[in-house]
């Protein structure tokens, strides 16, 4: 059984940053392509970040886009999420996931998914 766990969320004020961390385990993860995604109150999940399983192909949402960094380490069964100059809608749930098959920015690409952790920016 493959499973996900995200840390690193927390409060930041705007403007300020964040690393997020997603920890996999029981499957063989240096063959995942990973994502991460995420969801504000009364919205869609949404795409955020994409890294293939080898040569370092990203992958990310223009409203992230310069601000954003994924990076992995397959020694550790680690992908993380850099996240700088945060903006208060930037405020979500974000999850990871692995990466299946499909378009790497539809949730229906990945079939596991960590629970999530929340991210809060203050204006």
């Known amino acids: 059984q493959v499973q996900l766990v995200e840390s690193g969320g927390g409060l930041v004020q705007a403007g300020g940053s964040l690393t997020l961390s997603c920890v996999v385990s029981?499957?063989?993860?240096?063959?995942?392509?990973m994502g991460w995604f995420r969801q504000a109150p009364g919205q869609e999940r949404e795409f955020v970040a994409f890294?293939?399983?080898?040569?370092?192909?990203?992958y990310y949402a223009d409203s992230v886009k310069g601000r954003f960094s994924i990076s992995r380490d397959n020694a550790k069964n680690t992908v993380l999420l850099q996240m700088s100059s945060l903006k208060p809608e930037d405020k979500a749930i974000y999850y990871c996931?692995?990466?299946?098959?499909?378009?790497?920015?539809?949730?229906?690409?990945?079939?596991?998914w960590g629970q999530g952790t929340l991210v809060t920016v203050s204006s």
């Open positions: 996931a692995t990466y299946f098959s499909g378009f790497y920015y539809e949730i229906g690409a990945y079939h596991y």
């Open positions: 029981g499957g063989t993860f240096d063959r995942y392509a």
């Open positions: 890294i293939s399983w080898t040569f370092g192909v990203e």
